[in-house]
């Protein structure tokens, strides 16, 4: 059995990785440890044979490790969607329960939740949750700032890293799933139509947006 130590690099390789190799300096930053302890745990994960690893060159998850990585990310994003969706947990609450919760559900309480909650295929971020065979769907999105003005847009995800801005996303009313337009923009602000009114997005908050035409 592997230790919760193992599974959170794991998933923090996969989570970083865009299309070349992490860097030690990379892990360090997003796991909060020292350089030394992340390359001592990239020579224990390639002995492993959990990751491809070269000093300087960076860390590759292989197929045995991706897969390792995708279930944890199973766990964590259904349990994030069970605190929010039925147990009302606030962001940042529901972010540290699943953190903690991801390491020890056993394979009948994640299927358990999945039916629970209607096999969702998103998170309340509107990241994909991996299969339980281990396949992810990537929808493509756009941050708001880059998308088309004066068209129907659907909000499909937001990003995650941080709560405050999470929370003045949601008292905006652009969470995913939701449908609206763009009606002006500039490099401050955009004016956005939703529900029959006009908004206006801090160009900082719009950056955490990702749409896709609706």
Request: aromatic share 6%; with cysteine; charged share 25%.
């Amino acid at each position: 059995m592997l230790s919760q130590a193992v599974e959170d690099y794991l998933k923090a390789i996969y989570t970083l990785h865009d299309g070349k190799p992490v860097t030690t300096s990379e892990l360090s930053a997003r796991l909060g440890v020292s350089s030394a302890s992340v390359t001592n745990m990239m020579t224990r994960l390639a002995k492993l044979k959990l990751v491809t690893y070269a000093p300087y060159r960076g860390v590759a998850l292989t197929e045995a490790g991706e897969k390792i990585a995708l279930e944890i990310i199973r766990h964590h994003r259904l349990l994030e969607t069970y605190l929010r969706d039925v147990l009302g947990y606030a962001w940042e609450q529901m972010h540290s329960e699943a953190e903690h919760l991801e390491h020890h559900i056993s394979e009948e309480f994640e299927d358990r939740i999945d039916a629970l909650l209607g096999y969702p295929t998103h998170d309340p971020h509107g990241d994909p949750i991996p299969s339980r065979d281990g396949t992810i769907e990537h929808v493509p999105a756009d941050p708001l700032p880059d998308c088309p003005v004066r068209t129907d847009l659907e909000v499909r995800r937001l990003l995650d890293t941080d709560h405050d801005m999470l929370h003045r996303i949601e008292d905006l009313g652009l969470l995913p799933g939701t449908v609206f337009r763009i009606l002006d923009t500039d490099d401050d602000l955009l004016v956005v139509h939703l529900d029959h009114d006009h908004i206006s997005v801090p160009a900082d908050v719009a950056a955490h947006i990702f749409a896709a035409p609706a």
